[in-house]
């Protein structure tokens, strides 16, 4: 008999991952795979045979143009998320990767961020910053002539940008007052002011708008309603109406360039159910059949795109057990054809398959929970758990391949991934039960997964958390006001301080998540308050943290005041800074460094 080796997390960091990108009408897929060790360009012929197309120095991303064989790359330096825009001409495809010198820029100012909102025929459409560092602006580019023309400059980040058949029209979202709510805005191209289609208090979100025809806006929304539901807007009447919507459910639809066909996509507790409408045809819709339970599209994964007549969409899959594939939908079938597989390298492991349950809660509602059980049986950390907290706290914990999860069970934790009050995916009423002042009712949802550990095997007082961005002020303050719960904490890229993230994060992120967390000037004694930093001299858990010297986010200066606290205390804290990397480590070499040192650190301080 071969003895067998149990699987650690570097198997799992190994595996490759595909993401799908764009897609042409010959069904040619524009992807990106970390194979390399970060993201480059891959492109995909029909029968699925590979071009590497990039070899940047850091991670990018890019679009087809319409019609020609060019590509716009969007790329950033070492994670500063300060975008660039370059092209790549395929007409003939690169013997081997390119580098940056061997593409041509197109929009680049290193000062300043320049975010590919779309692609037209002969046009990039972008928003970059660069007029004052804070406020974005949207302008459209001539590829052919290299001439720009505004669309906005009104100020606030923009989220999203649609522009109608006839080019003479657009409408874009900026973030709105309100939390997690963007605004509606009809603009012209040729200078026009912006007219409200929606107002700027008004508590809502408005995602993925599309033009069906010159007056007709399809858009994602739940205005005046618990879930989202596609619905119309017309331009002419202003009247709404509602066209798919699921009862109890988000869903959310990506219309194709001829805006009769719509992607449509029901959110079941995170798990992802993938439909195909006519949107003027009564006929039922068409079922998209994925390669297995998983999940599609945002928060974790890049929205689908649809080729320019609407022949083929491009969607990117992962589930538990897979890391990510690249597939090609068939709009006139539904057929899901997977073009690039991610699950070769995890054929011969034993992978652990979440179960969903629901925590009861004093709060009233109760909290949806994954539990992966461990795949190792025995052992020393039998009976140990792990709470991994996502981050947002805007975004939801769903059904797909996460490394960190996979690798905790394979060494012998029982793993828990709530969604605690904050999480999208569950109707407004829960995304919205954190905000401001209400900020510590999530962290104390911390508390009652905590209490609820031997319902699923586990012993209390061996559990740790472990969380990244707004995950990682989750381990944080459950280490500060939960000091008597937490046996150990990882952090990564985490904010100790809420009031000196919000002085200190850049510019134009500043107002937005104000939005959220409550502001400097108005909100100043809670941010304090509610902050980890705050309570320092009540944590005694070890802790391990992990951060990127070019985060324009949380800065690293989050991590350091914290470690030096802790420090002065001789309170167990580790810092591992990497300076080529931003907001959480995007580089393989990199992860495969620090995530093995974390899950020893966990080993050592949750050993029964």
Known sequence: MVATVAPDIRDFLAAPVWRAMDVDDEGRLLAGCD??????????????????????PGGCSGRYVPGQRLVVVEHDQDGDERQQLSLLDLRDLPAEPVGLDRLQPLVRDPRFLHQLVSVRPGQVVYATNRRNGVDFDVL??????????????????????????????????????????????????????A??????????????????????????TDREREHTAVVELDLESGRWRELISRPGLDVSGHLAPSGSRLLLRVNRGGWAELELHELDDERAPIPVALPGAGWIGEPTLPS????????????????????????RVDALTGEAATVASSQGGLDAHTLSLPTLHEVPSPAGRPIPCWVYAPTAAGGPLAGSAVVVVHGGPESQSVASFNPVIQGLAAAGHTVLVPNVRGSTGYGRSWYSADDGRRRLDSVADLEVIHAWLPQVGADP???????????????????????????????????????????????????????????????????????PLARVDSIRAPLFMIHGANDPRVPLSEAEQLARRLRQRQVECHLLVYPDEGHGLARRRNRLDAYPRALQFLASH???
């Open 35 to 56: 194979v390399p060790g970060t993201t480059q360009l891959v492109e995909l012929a029909f029968d699925g045979t590979p071009t590497w197309l990039t070899d940047l």
């Open 606 to 608: 949750l050993g029964g």
């Open 461 to 531: 007082s061996r559990a740790a958390l472990w969380g990244g961005s707004y995950g990682g002020y989750m381990v944080l303050a459950g280490l500060a006001f939960q000091p008597q719960l937490w046996a150990a904490g990882v952090d990564i890229v985490g904010i100790s301080s809420l009031a000196s993230f919000l002085r200190n994060t850049s510019g134009y992120r500043r107002a937005a998540r104000e939005r959220e967390y409550g502001s400097l000037e108005a909100d100043l004694d809670f941010l304090e308050r509610a902050s």
């Open 304 to 327: 689908p795109t649809w080729s320019p007549s609407g022949r083929w969409s491009a969607i990117s899959f992962s589930s538990p057990t897979v890391p990510g594939d690249a597939l």
């Open 140 to 193: 459209i580019r001539s590829l052919r002539t290299g001439a720009e023309r505004q669309v906005y400059a009104a100020g606030g980040m923009v989220e999203g940008v649609a522009l109608a058949p006839s080019g003479d029209a657009g409408v874009l979202t900026r973030a709105a007052v309100s939390p997690m709510s963007e605004q509606l805005l009809l603009v012209d191209p040729i200078g026009e002011p």
């Open 195 to 220: 007219r409200e289609l929606t107002g700027s208090d008004l508590p809502a979100q408005h995602l993925f708008p599309s033009f069906a025809s010159q007056s007709r806006l399809v858009v994602t």
